[in-house]
């Protein structure tokens, strides 16, 4: 596997420079090598060679980093599961993937049922980073996320697709990363941003750093910029909404590149972002978890390049490789200037939902093109492509909405919000536009007003806190449309968060 | 205005944000201590701070506030600029 290759040649001839800077301590590459081959020996030791799928808890440590390389270079998956996020939901993930052994590099681990590696533990071996011979069709990790039934959805990603997304921006003369840059690496390991924020820079022997748990991220984020003088930062656009207000105070010229992604970035504030960053190259990329992250960006420019539609940048080009169409509620294409779902096809698909043949037989299908079979990834998301050939952005399909970056199904917090509750009343989760321009969770019961602790005791202890309803709202009659659907336009001007 | 004044005025803008009144603040108290004061909350806190005093916090400041203490010292020299 080219991608695995290169990693390990990258680790060995950078030894002397850092790796990663977490919470004012920096490691080098060397220090990077001795974890892995001390994780990957107690891999080799400890499990079995057909266990593939292997638990990771996601510390913001070193060894946390360590095990993802340690896994691949014996050609297994890791399935991360975050220490902050609810047992309940961690132990449903490692249930569904039957997963047997977990690397946690936590003090105390909570993972007594399962064969824990405590990577934090383990003795010095020798370095050993020749990888195995890995199949292109075996996983590289399994992300988890959002369902509509309270059961959080796997998406499986091979090392092919990991390849075909190396390959990808590896074609791409504009992003080049050296050794010498300093990356932001600002995401959840369960996130798959994530791959992206630490992938390349490991590929080019950069220093990635990272923000403490616990931190009030987005002033962590200006001081690293300001302190470390960061080069290179990829984020969700909400951090940018949330630092708007002060912008007048940000000039950080060592700023190379921005890559957005996750979320909609809209015009105005690009504008202003980029006034912060004089020396900067901003790229809006797009991409779903079920396609390796990326598939494909447009190179924004404040004077140059600023299509957009209703006010969001637009999304661009599919990158080398990958297929974008636009279609119809029958899959079929749509003309040039007319808006329908946004399909992707390409090597970075990933084989499908994770034991969810109904889910699976919804999200893709396959399509005759040229003599030749393609398999599309249906993204939910509303596009349409414009005369230039740029894909622009319009909106979503259906009820999944996007909380700093996160994807939440809005039935998934109605399910847990209505199971503990004694009242059978009925809730809707309702994403909120704030005077800043972020979604925010609210909440709306169809009641008098009554005590909602219990319920959100419940949700605090089965969902991440992400997903946790931050505004309650008791309305005594909800307002219906003509066709008797609950009018959830309407129920948003409950909740008055300007 | 005395600190116990502003201690008092930060605490209601806390409720406002946060849509509960379980929790005391004193000089130590960070975010760790208080239920749902994360990153998205710290920066509506923030601005419901600045609504209430009708000041604007540097970011500077608001880089290397790392407590409830911090957050006052900010407000009280604020009010005095």
């Known amino acids: 596997m080219e991608f695995v290759n290169r990693l390990q040649k990258s680790i060995e001839q950078h030894a002397k420079l850092n ?30 060679d057909s266990e ?3 638990g990771l808890v996601t510390n913001d440590d070193l060894q946390t980093y360590a095990s993802i390389l340690a896994l691949w270079l014996e050609g297994k998956a890791y399935v991360p599961v975050n220490p902050e996020v609810p047992f ?12 047997k052994y977990v690397i946690d590099s936590s003090e105390n681990s909570i993972y007594d049922d399962y064969e824990v590696i405590a990577s934090k533990e383990l003795s010095d071996t020798n370095i050993n980073l020749v990888p195995r011979k890995i199949k292109g069709d075996d996983l590289a990790y399994i992300l988890f996320t959002s369902g509509t039934t309270g059961l959080p959805k796997g998406v499986p990603i091979t090392f092919d697709n990991v390849q075909a997304l190396v390959g990808a921006i590896d074609a791409e003369p504009t992003f080049n990363l050296v050794p010498e840059d300093r990356c932001l690496q600002m995401f959840e390991l369960t996130f798959d941003f994530s791959v992206v924020a630490y992938l390349f820079p490991l590929l080019a022997g950069s220093c990635m750093y990272t923000i403490p748990k616990g931190a009030i991220k987005y002033f962590y984020i200006f001081k690293l910029i300001n302190e470390e003088k960061l080069t290179v930062l990829t984020m969700v656009p909400s951090i940018i909404n949330y630092l708007r207000p002060y912008f007048g105070e940000i000039n950080a010229p060592d700023v190379r590149y921005c890559s957005f992604g996750g979320g909609a970035l809209h015009s105005d504030i690009a504008k202003e972002w980029s006034d912060c960053l004089p020396n900067c ?36 080009t599919p990158q080398k490789d990958t297929l974008y169409l636009v279609v119809n509620d029958n899959n079929e294409e749509v003309p040039i200037g007319e808006t329908g779902e946004l399909c992707l096809g390409g090597p970075q698909i990933t084989p499908g939902y994770w034991k969810n043949e109904e889910r699976n037989a919804k999200s ?27 894909f622009l952005y319009v909106g979503r399909a259906d009820f999944q909405v996007k909380i700093r970056g996160y994807r939440v199904e809005l039935a998934e917090i ?43 005791d419940h949700m605090k202890s089965v969902m991440p806190s992400y997903m946790i309803p931050m505004h309650v709202r008791f309305v005594k009659e909800f307002p219906h449309s003509i066709n008797g659907k609950i009018d959830r336009k309407e129920l948003k001007k409950h909740f008055d968060l300007t | 205005m005395s600190r116990e004044d502003i ?64 957050l006052l010292n900010c407000i009280e020299s604020e009010l005095q600029a």
């Open chain 1, 88 to 99: 309940e939901r961690n132990s449903k993930v490692f249930e569904q993937t039957e997963t």
């Open chain 2, 7 to 70: 201690l008092s005025k930060v605490r209601t803008a806390f409720i406002a944000v946060l849509e509960h009144e379980n929790f005391e603040l004193s000089d130590e108290t960070t975010a760790n201590d208080v239920d749902g004061w994360e990153s998205i909350t710290h920066m509506m806190i923030i601005t419901e701070v600045e609504k209430t005093f009708n000041i604007k916090f540097k970011l500077m400041d608001l880089m290397n506030m790392n407590n409830v203490g911090d």
């Open chain 1, 414 to 456: 109605e399910f847990h919000a209505k199971s503990k509750s004694e009242k059978k009343v009925n809730m809707v989760a309702l994403d909120i536009t704030n005077d800043l321009g972020n979604a925010e969770l609210g909440l709306a019961i169809e009641s008098e007003e009554f005590d909602t602790e219990i319920i959100f």
């Open chain 1, 364 to 390: 893709f299908f396959e399509r005759e093109e040229n003599g030749k079979s393609i398999r599309y990834y249906k993204t939910g998301d509303l596009c349409l492509k414009d005369e230039d050939g740029d």
């Open chain 1, 52 to 54: 593939k799928l292997i």
């Open chain 1, 19 to 48: 790796v990663l800077c977490i919470n004012g301590t920096c490691y080098t590459y060397k220090d990077f090598a001795q974890q892995i081959s001390n994780i990957r020996a107690a891999v080799i030791n400890k499990i079995d």
């Open chain 1, 281 to 316: 190259k901003i790229f809006n990329y797009y991409g779903p978890t079920e396609f390796t992250v990326y598939s494909g960006f447009y190179p924004y420019h404040k004077e140059t390049a600023t299509k957009a539609h209703n006010g969001i940048i637009a999304i661009g």
